[in-house]
T-cell receptor
Framework: AQSVTQLGSHVSVSEGALVLLRCNYS??????LFWYVQYPNQGLQLLLK??????LVKGINGFEAEFKKSETSFHLTKPSAHMSDAAEYFC????????????FGTGTRLTVIP | ETGVTQSPTHLIKTRGQQVTLRCSSQ?????VSWYQQALGQGPQFIFQ???????GRGNFPPRFSGLQFPNYSSELNVNALELDDSALYLC??????????FGPGTRLLVL
């Protein structure tokens, strides 16, 4: 069975500071991993995904994530936070080589302090 | 913009009523999934349709049902609404095996 744990329901950073959002997963098969962002009153937008191959994945808006199998982690980072990064972030894992549904974490709300 | 649209954007119903939510998939996508996102939670998988057949279902009762049409648009129907059905309902479309693209959602309030 697949599941995701996001540590920290709320994270606050200063503008220009490093953003680190944590995600740990559980999967009985090689996982496909995703980060989505949700702005207020909107749907989910894909930031990045890991399928196979290179473990450091670069996404949109300067975000990247590293797949660490030994730690069952897929943490999201951005070197320098921008005010426009304030949103809800969801980590998700997919089963069956990404062919089926996504299992989401409970989300992390990122606040950026000017 | 993902090319996935949903209607209506907001809806208010009373307990016991029935509701139909609609999703128009991105062009060429043959698979659609529906998710329920309760307030303060991550989305939860309801079911998935591939070429008009349901081929996966999450832990939701039978009063949650769906349809997918030949043009790959789809519906989510919920009968006998309960207060706990109040949530944001998201649909996501894709080509089978590929990345899911989400619509903006329908926010349902059950009173």
């Amino acid at each position: 069975a697949q599941s995701v744990t996001q540590l920290g329901s709320h994270v606050s950073v200063s503008e220009g500071a490093l953003v680190l959002l944590r995600c740990n997963y559980s999967s009985s098969v090689p996982p496909y991993l995703f980060w989505y962002v949700q702005y207020p009153n909107q749907g989910l937008q894909l930031l990045l995904k890991y399928t196979t191959g290179a473990t450091l994945v670069k996404g949109i808006n300067g975000f990247e994530a590293e797949f660490k199998k030994s730690e069952t982690s897929f943490h999201l980072t951005k070197p320098s936070a921008h005010m426009s990064d304030a949103a809800e972030y969801f980590c998700a894992v997919s089963d069956l080589n990404g062919a089926n549904n996504l299992f989401f974490g409970t989300g992390t709300r990122l606040t950026v302090i000017p | 913009e993902t090319g996935v649209t949903q209607s209506p954007t907001h809806l208010i119903k009373t307990r016991g009523q029935q509701v139909t939510l609609r999703c128009s998939s991105q062009s060429g996508h043959n698979t659609v999934s529906w998710y329920q996102q309760a307030l303060g939670q991550g989305p939860q998988f309801i079911f998935q349709y591939y070429r008009e057949e349901e081929n996966g279902r999450g832990n939701f009762p039978p009063r949650f049902s769906g349809l997918q049409f030949p043009n790959y648009s789809s519906e989510l129907n919920v009968n006998a609404l309960e207060l706990d059905d109040s949530a944001l309902y998201l649909c996501a479309s894709r080509l089978a095996g590929d990345t899911q693209y989400f619509g903006p959602g329908t926010r349902l309030l059950v009173l």
